[in-house]
């Protein structure tokens, strides 16, 4: 059974930091990429960031470019995102995600999500 936990989410003052975490668990067959989502409230999940499992390709949204910074550690199939000078329009339920291929489809898995709260 797949599972991904995140955590490291919190509240932190405009322009703090933090560092959240995704520890996949369980079998793959053959990860293509690793990323984040979030998702504020009464709007929909949106792509924050993604990782290539081979590679290490990254890609990002527009409005978190040059402060937030996604990486991996395949050895233990752990996925982070540094997130730096936080705003306010940053608070989201951030959802950690990973695509796998097995039998030529693709399976896409999610963490439950952590809450990061960006207030003065």
């Known amino acids: 059974q797949v599972q991904l936990v995140e955590s490291g989410g919190g509240l932190v003052q405009p322009g703090g930091s933090l560092r959240l975490s995704c520890a996949a668990s369980?079998?793959?067959?053959?990860?293509?990429?690793m990323g984040w989502y979030r998702q504020a409230p009464g709007k929909g999940r949106e792509l924050v960031a993604t990782?290539?499992?081979?590679?290490?390709?990254?890609n990002y949204r527009e409005s978190v470019k040059g402060r937030f910074s996604i990486s991996r550690d395949n050895a233990k199939d752990m996925v982070y995102l540094q997130m730096n000078s936080l705003k306010p329009e940053d608070t989201a339920v951030y959802y950690c995600n990973v695509n796998d291929l097995k039998g030529g489809f693709k399976y896409v898995y999610w963490g439950q999500g952590t809450q990061v709260t960006v207030s003065s």
């Open positions: 369980g079998r793959f067959q053959s990860i293509v990429d």
């Open positions: 990782i290539t499992y081979v590679g290490g390709s990254t």
